[in-house]
């Protein structure tokens, strides 16, 4: 999991999770401040805000901790106390992000969620917040020996493959491949229509399909329903009914709920594997499988950013809001330049 990120941001990361309370399943750094993205000059990325997340095991008494060591990072619900702050946390995509903190000479937002919620939403794309997140490079920074978190690493990308090979051709390049991973997250999420760059998936695969690879390399080469051709960059993958139900049938829990909601009238309860079998011989398989993707995104993108004005407070959340903006009009100009 764990793959090179800017030059000399190792020691940086280290000194910054220093900061914080080391009680922590999992941490990882990600975003363009840790992996350059298209159209940014390796200037522009160091100066970039860092991007981590932090799985903790109990919520309550890390945030009690981290309240005592970096009160100033929380909105005014630091007043209400770290049960109040964890029950906030748990809304949405399970995420508590204290954003725009300055620490050890950086610009960082950082988000707690619990191990287990992580967990459930790796394995069975409850939300697909962080675990959209995970499907992309990222710089792990610590791990602890959790087997169930190790598997959901995995279960999480293989999943990713799956649910990419649906909605693609019976042929595609590696860059494909990856874009179509990269885009999962972004599916339905509003934030991509207003305050994203709307160029983001690309910028982030064009100058990191290297570290794709790396991440992805073993699973496509296991997979058994893949002729991946490493040395042309190339995948043909089985689109007949009974490939394509097969992969149906491996599909994240949620994913598989979402698309029988959308395929199966209502009062006809049919089971899901007779819905997905029915979706396999559809010549539409993957656009259903896109509007599923989409209908997890968009809630839990909706329900995570109006919680934004809660744990960054308004001043933070206009400011963040505005340079999301910014960063989109660029995106545009660049485009159109």
Avoid at 70 to 83: D, E, I, Q, T, V
Avoid at 185 to 206: A, H, P, T, W
Avoid at 245 to 266: A, E, G, H
Wanted: charged fraction near 20%.
């Amino acid at each position: 999991m764990a793959l090179p990120a800017l030059a000399g941001s190792g020691v940086q990361f280290r000194r910054i999770l220093a900061h914080f309370p080391q009680e922590l399943s999992l941490a990882f750094a990600y975003g363009s401040g840790v992996f350059r993205q298209a159209g940014a000059t390796p200037s522009q990325s160091v100066h970039n805000m860092l991007d981590f997340v932090f799985a903790v095991d109990d919520s309550v008494t890390w945030h009690m901790m981290n309240l005592l060591k970096n009160r100033s990072h929380y909105s005014f619900l630091k007043l209400f106390g770290p049960k109040h702050i964890s029950n906030i946390q748990s809304c949405g995509a399970g995420i508590y992000y204290n954003t725009l903190v300055q620490c050890n000479g950086r610009m960082i937002k950082y988000g707690v969620i619990d191990t287990d919620a992580l967990i459930e939403d790796l394995f069975h794309w409850k939300t697909l917040y962080v675990a959209g997140r995970l499907q992309k490079p990222v710089k792990i920074l610590t791990q602890n020996e959790n087997g169930k978190l190790q598997a959901a690493l995995i279960s999480n990308l293989k999943s990713a493959v799956t649910a990419a090979f649906l909605m693609l051709p019976e042929s595609f390049s590696e860059e494909d491949l990856f874009l179509q991973i990269a885009g999962l997250s972004y599916c339905g999420d509003f934030r991509m229509i207003i305050g994203e760059d709307r160029s983001k998936v690309l910028n982030i695969v064009k100058p990191n399909v290297p570290h794709f690879q790396k991440l992805y390399s073993n699973i496509l080469q296991e997979c058994p329903q893949v002729v991946y051709k490493h040395q042309l960059g190339r995948l043909e993958v089985d689109k007949s009914p009974e490939g394509q139900f097969m992969q149906l049938m491996t599909l994240p829990r949620t994913l598989q709920q979402k698309i029988t909601s959308f395929v199966d009238p209502p009062g006809k309860n049919r089971d899901v594997e007779e819905v997905l079998l029915k979706v396999a011989h559809d010549p539409d398989c993957g656009l259903v499988v896109h509007q599923g993707i989409s209908g997890i995104v968009r809630s839990s993108s909706l329900i995570q950013s109006s919680k934004t004005i809660l744990t960054a407070g308004f001043k933070k959340s206009v400011t963040y809001s505005m340079k999301k903006m910014y960063k989109m009009a660029k995106g545009c100009l660049r485009k159109t330049s």
